[in-house]
């Protein structure tokens, strides 16, 4: 398939103020009407009126490049005809079953398990629960107990892995947290290997990696540590949220083989960086690791809520029930779950998100070498991270300065997001199937901000 028959053929196009007219009433209403959670649209002001592709219309016909792509989930885009024609034909039959099997919910399975990495591939049972990847972290967490008949949980500095109580337990952040505590008991966060922030204070990745990859089996190894062992480890293979972070491929594998060591159930929480976002199918594939579970959500649906586990078929230890939601496998999210694995196959997108990405990467690595206040430009496929400091010999963080090239690249038609730690890291996350140009584009675009935002 021509993936620029999949997107508007120009972008960006402004003509408005941004946010326009339109965008302001129909953002006041929102201010009006929902509560204060509301978060992306403080950043980005937008009303949207039509997506396709990696490519979004507001209300006021200004066309933006999605290099955020619904946080991930949109995959293959916006309301791609490949997808979307498969649902439309499900959906004139069924929508809703419970866990009733349907002939697509076991064709998804089964497509599952021909993709999954290492020893889950074929290998394993697959659990839909609530449509969100909170859900699924949460399904895992309950599965480990059931296993291990033990509590507590292992995860890591940076991590990200969901919202609901216990998910929101096992993220890091404090501001997604500091008003809920207390949170579920025995929670350890453990260093993970950031090389550029490496609080081992490595000269190199691998160093990093080594140096957390051993204080992780000293705490397990370690009667005095302070960490009873847990039900379970959870770690992102290449971490989202926590600032596009990429450890050396040897960390997440040492992770892997010290928790087969020492008994303890190993879930990678795939949930954003999965379905060839990284140029692989999972980003685990990177580190040649196995896990005993592993999460999914986001690109699983093909742009509809679903979520899942997918975990060996001899940790299959719960009874009937012992997970269930009225929404556990939409039939529409599942049928277009099927088909965006078809396509993903087909279009042979691993390959395509490598090279692309490797293009971009180059040409964002040039602008670091230029720039005094870029950091560190990391990535692998279309999951990129640029690091924003006030300087690159302290490495001092600087939101500010991040957040004023976001809103820059906003203004000049480019939907983006920030993260990391300190909120100082531009993270692209576009559609999978943009196209070079729009690509391109858009980076030439971000480099245009920055030096901009470094010249004020």
Request: glycine share 8%; charged share 25%.
């Amino acid at each position: 398939m021509k993936f620029e028959e999949l997107s508007f053929d120009k972008a960006p196009v402004l003509k408005s103020e941004i946010p326009g007219p339109s965008s302001r009433k129909i953002l006041n209403l929102q201010e009006k009407l929902e509560g204060r959670t509301v978060s992306y649209p403080k950043s980005s002001p937008i009303a949207f009126a039509q997506g396709f592709g990696a490519t979004i219309k507001d209300v006021d016909g200004n066309i933006f490049i999605d290099f955020f792509s619904g946080a991930g989930v949109l995959a293959l885009g916006h309301c791609n005809p490949y997808v979307e024609e498969k649902v439309i034909e499900i959906q004139k039959n069924i929508t809703h079953t419970l866990d009733f099997p349907t002939e697509i919910r076991l064709e998804l399975v089964e497509k599952i398990q021909k993709v999954l990495p290492g020893d889950l591939k074929n290998n394993s049972k697959i659990v839909f629960g609530g449509p969100t990847g909170s859900d699924s972290v949460e399904s895992a967490f309950k599965l480990s107990k059931v296993i291990t008949k033990r509590h507590g949980i292992i995860a890591f500095e940076g991590a990200y892995h969901g919202m609901t109580s216990g998910a929101l337990a096992l993220t890091s952040g404090k501001f997604w947290k500091e008003h809920y505590l207390p949170l579920i008991p025995e929670v350890h966060f453990i260093p993970y290997a950031y090389s550029y922030r490496c609080p081992f204070k490595t000269k190199t990745a691998k160093e990093c990696a080594n140096a957390s990859a051993d204080y992780y089996e000293h705490v397990l190894e370690d009667p005095h540590s302070g960490i009873v062992d847990p039900a379970m480890t959870i770690i992102e293979p290449i971490q989202g949220e926590g600032g596009s972070i990429f450890p050396h491929n040897s960390f997440v594998k040492r992770i892997a083989d010290i928790s087969t060591k020492y008994e303890i159930p190993l879930v990678f929480d795939e949930i954003q960086a999965g379905f060839c976002r990284t140029g692989k199918f999972f980003s685990s594939e990177h580190s040649g690791a196995s896990p005993d579970i592993m999460t999914m959500s986001k690109a699983l649906g093909g742009g509809y809520p679903l979520s899942a586990i997918a975990y060996r078929k001899d940790l299959d230890v719960w009874s009937k029930a012992a997970h269930i939601g009225t929404f556990r496998g939409n039939v529409t999210a599942m049928a277009a779950g099927s088909i965006s694995i078809d396509f993903m196959l087909e279009n042979n997108l691993t390959h395509y998100v490598e090279e692309l990405g490797n293009y971009l990467l180059k040409k964002l690595e040039k602008c670091e070498k230029k720039s005094s206040i870029i950091g560190e430009v990391r990535g692998k496929g279309l999951m990129i991270g640029i690091e924003v400091v006030e300087d690159k010999e302290s490495k001092k963080p600087s939101p500010e300065l991040c957040s004023k090239i976001r809103d820059e690249m906003f203004q000049k038609g480019v939907i983006i997001e920030i993260g990391g730690h300190y909120n100082n890291v531009l993270r692209f996350l576009p559609p999978l199937i943009i196209t070079k140009t729009i690509a391109e584009t858009g980076v030439d675009i971000c480099i245009e901000a920055i030096e901009k935002i470094e010249n004020e």
